[in-house]
């Protein structure tokens, strides 16, 4: 089994920061791809941000500049540091990770159970 725990959502006035982590645990030999994902009320769910193994890193263009995503390889455990958070940004953030499990020969998808993400105006 892999589980996902995230943390650091709540609620912030618009121009505020937050910082999310997602700890990954588990039967869990080695993790490609890390990344935030969130939807908002009514809406899909959308990329944020993925870094890879490597550490190369893509963002959506509505929070470039403003979010960074960075990832811990030895605690399994990635970070989004969002800044400058706009009303628009209010959604439930979800940690997505694709990760190989031990006595298994191919990469899994896995999410974790979300957080909410609050901006006031």
């Known amino acids: 089994q892999v589980q996902l725990v995230e943390s650091g959502g709540g609620l912030v006035q618009a121009g505020g920061s937050l910082r999310l982590s997602c700890a990954a645990s588990g039967s869990i030999f080695s993790i490609n791809a890390m990344g935030w994902y969130r939807q908002a009320p009514g809406k899909q769910r959308e990329l944020v941000a993925r870094?890879?193994?490597?550490?190369?890193?893509n963002y959506a263009d509505s929070v470039k500049g403003r979010f960074t995503i960075s990832r811990d390889n030895a605690k399994n455990t990635v970070y989004l540091q969002m800044n400058s958070l706009k009303p628009e940004d209010t959604a439930v953030y979800y940690c997505?990770?694709?990760?190989?499990?031990?006595?298994?020969?191919?990469?899994?998808?896995?999410w974790g159970q979300g957080t909410q993400v609050t901006v006031s105006s």
């Open positions: 997505r990770i694709v990760a190989l499990r031990y006595s298994f020969s191919y990469d899994a998808v896995y």
């Open positions: 870094i890879t193994s490597g550490g190369s890193t």
